[in-house]
């Protein structure tokens, strides 16, 4: 294969909602650089991209799937990517080593909830975009319609290089930029290209003009130029509307039919003749604040965007070339775990199907197997450079779920797996929680745990159980309360002897220090679990030696630690040592320990004690005419709404709500709003449980 440098390989990725046409469209691609025969189809399961089983029994994609084209000059990848946001993880990679993305909307719908969700991404990558209206055949399409949501979406930088038209009965598209129609056969093949029909003229014309105003405003010789002619050749535009792309302040709109092929030939031409090489793109800067310039004499720097087990082949590597040059059996040094690891094959890949090529030049994209200990995200350089590619800030964790395996001899196996997801998908996160005794698998959907438990059960033989994780509460004081206890054991040989006097109070950060007491020494604990113990010793004339004051408050942290009320972790709670009693001969460390903790359980006790839940900020993103279902099922959660944006035609609902009324409320929001309203969250705080709530849980507990 022919080697491409950085100013010829371009890297395109396809996203856009699900079901849009993204496959059909990365399969009429293949087909017509030459490299497909025959084209597959989603119903016929056979497209290149959709390789794997999951995919084809779902018609829908779920991984990125790197695929390679020759075009003329240049060496085009093209990059088909899933369009439900579950499989959000697998486009943020891809738009972080794509050079120009085209995003594809289906002329059904226009623009979707899903195609806001990746503008979103668009905006934070800011890559050059181009849309492409899909599905212009179908008798639902609407070009207008759809053209105007994106004009709603992304504002007047979109501009409408082409339009459907039929003309005798057959499907036509008008170009502005070439000035011509595409008259195409029913029965495929290369499309006639006609004069713009007197009919046409004039909006084409109209259109043409505005194209050329857009490309001349991004750079300031083509604006003189267009001063002094009246015009620019399509030459001139082509740099304009490429300047434009560059700068995200034009995005150009297309259109085609991917299932019949119409027009797919000539977008690839545009992306072949205008959208930016990987060298045009600005240069990244590294974590170490250095320039990533990608050029092929530059250091080698490879940034590992996905990784992917094929149990067949074990671990896939995918990277980008940043800089460079990658042979094979070079050794380059992985900057986070500082092993040296050998590339000894190097892919290019289209789909399953791997072809080997003996070196990789800057802005390409490519593959290796069996690398050591390389995970998505890591950044692989020639040993001796110290640098190292900012990673891809994946989404946080919209799902939790509790997973055991149900046989219980594959649990060791199943959380080695799920470590192995992990390595791969970085939105799947497995935690062992300590406190609730479960291991936790938060991921971004049910239909992203649905793939990762078919992967687990299809490819690895293991059936997993998925429940609803505990709830880790926290216990805490009310009210300040004083008790005493004396520890005494004597039988035979040494005995056991110490007493303790406390008083607790809630603690709370900036509270002043407590009064009435000859504070000797303070201690802060942050506790591990959240929250603070804040230890005073407060012994007078000696009656405990400072000595043991280490083994009273291990004895406090111990019953904080079991939590007297729930077995929660309890926080926020200040002890004053403040009287007791020792004795010469049997006091010792354990005595004390046990001492204090029998007291300071008791004043725990008796001190009004509350459970705190954790409490999560939630965003919810929502259509306006879908608010009233949203908010109506807010209010049965218990929630707190905190505020309300707006946001066009979608409203933000800010509001505050119980974790353990969280539970499977991706689904639930989805089937109220089918689909079309999204959500984040996180940890907020720990606050306190109702008391009809907290009742039952204290009933659990006994
Ligand atoms: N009529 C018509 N149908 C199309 C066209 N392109 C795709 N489809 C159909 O739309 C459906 C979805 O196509 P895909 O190519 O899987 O869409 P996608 O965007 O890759 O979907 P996800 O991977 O799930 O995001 C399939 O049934 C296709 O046959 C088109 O140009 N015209
Ligand atoms: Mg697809």
């Not at 190292?388 to 800030?393: A, D, F, G, R």
């Not at 992990?422 to 992203?448: A, F, M, N, R």
């Not at 687990?456 to 004083?482: C, S």
């Not at 004690?609 to 929502?622: C, D, I, S, T």
């Amino acid at each position: 294969m022919k080697i491409y440098d950085e100013k010829h390989i371009k890297n395109i990725a396809l996203v856009g909602a699900h079901n849009s046409g993204k496959t059909t469209l990365a399969e009429t691609m293949l087909f017509e650089a030459g490299l497909l025969n025959r084209r597959g189809s989603i119903e016929d399961k056979n497209t290149v991209a959709d390789y794997h089983q999951i995919e084809q029994e779902r018609e829908s994609s779920i991984y990125a799937t790197p695929l390679h084209t020759e075009w003329r000059n240049y060496k085009i990848n093209i990059i088909d990517t899933p369009g439900l946001d579950d499989f959000i993880g697998e486009i943020a990679s891809t738009m972080r080593v794509a050079d120009s993305l085209v995003t594809v909307i289906n002329a059904q719908q226009g623009v979707e909830v899903g195609t806001e969700i990746i503008w979103e991404y668009i905006n934070r990558f800011s890559r050059p975009t181009l849309f492409v209206i899909n599905q212009i055949d179908h008798p639902q399409a609407n070009f207008d319609k759809s053209y105007q949501s994106i004009v709603d979406l992304v504002g007047s930088n979109a501009v409408k290089i082409q339009y459907p038209i039929i003309i005798d009965g057959a499907q036509c598209i008008v170009d502005v930029l070439k000035m011509k129609v595409y008259k195409f056969k029913p029965e495929g093949g290369k499309p006639e290209k006609l004069e713009i029909p007197e009919d046409q003229k004039e909006m084409a014309d109209y259109l043409q003009n505005e194209l050329i105003e857009k490309a001349a405003e991004n750079d300031e010789e083509l604006m003189e130029l267009y001063f002094d002619k009246g015009t620019l050749n399509e030459d001139e535009m082509r740099l304009g509307i490429q300047k434009g792309m560059l700068n995200n302040e034009l995005f150009p709109v297309f259109c085609v039919s991917a299932l019949n092929d119409m027009g797919s030939g000539r977008l690839m031409g545009f992306i072949d003749n205008v959208a930016p090489a990987a060298a045009d793109l600005k240069p990244e800067q590294s974590v170490e604040g250095e320039e990533i310039v990608c050029k092929s004499d530059g250091p080698t720097i490879l940034f590992v965007f996905k990784t992917f087990h094929e149990p067949s082949l074990g671990q896939i590597t995918f990277f980008k070339v940043k800089s460079g040059e990658v042979k094979q059996n070079d050794r380059l040094k992985n900057s986070r775990t500082n092993e040296v690891e050998s590339l000894n094959q190097l892919f290019i890949m289209d789909g399953k199907k791997r072809h080997a090529v003996e070196k990789l030049t800057a802005g390409d994209i490519g593959a290796t197997l069996k690398l050591k200990s390389t995970e998505t995200n890591d950044t692989l350089h020639a040993v001796g450079e110290e640098i190292t590619v900012k990673p891809i800030v994946f989404p946080a964790a919209r799902i939790r779920k509790a997973v055991t395996a149900v046989n219980k001899k594959d649990e060791e196996k199943l959380n080695e797996i799920l470590k192995k997801f992990h390595s791969q998908d970085p939105t799947v996160v497995v935690k062992y929680s300590k406190e609730l005794k479960q291991v936790i698998l938060s991921c971004q959907g049910e239909l992203h745990l649905a793939t990762i438990d078919w992967a687990l059960q299809n490819l690895y033989g293991i059936k997993a159980q998925f429940d609803q994780p505990k709830i880790a509460y926290r216990e805490t004081i009310q009210r300040p309360a004083t008790k005493s206890y004396k520890h005494k054991k004597q039988s035979g040989g040494a005995g056991q002897f110490g007493e303790v006097h406390l008083k607790i109070e809630p603690w709370y950060e900036g509270i002043p220090d407590p009064e009435g007491f000859n504070i000797r020494g303070t201690e802060i604990e942050e506790l591990t679990w959240g929250g603070k113990l804040v230890f005073y010793n407060c012994i007078t004339g000696g009656v405990i030696d400072t000595r043991y004051m280490g083994a009273i408050m291990k004895g406090i942290l111990e019953v904080m630690e079991e939590g007297p009320l729930t077995g929660s972790y309890a926080r926020d709670i200040r002890v004053m040592i403040f009287d007791g009693k020792m004795h010469s001969v049997d006091s010792n460390d354990i005595s004390f320990k046990i001492a204090a903790a029998h007291a300071f359980k008791a004043a725990f006790l008796d001190a009004k004690p509350k459970l705190m839940e954790p409490v999560h900020n939630l965003e919810v993103r929502v259509p306006e005419d879908l608010m009233g279902n949203v908010m109506t099922d807010l209010q049965s959660r218990r929630s707190i709404i905190m505020g309300m944006d707006s946001d066009g035609n979608h409203q933000i609902i800010k509001a505050k709500v119980p974790l353990a009324e969280m539970y499977r409320y991706s689904t639930s929001l989805r089937s109220q709003t089918q689909g079309r309203a999204t959500f984040k969250t996180e940890f907020a705080s720990f606050e306190p449980v109702p008391q009809n709530v907290q009742k039952e849980l204290i009933k659990k507990e006994d």
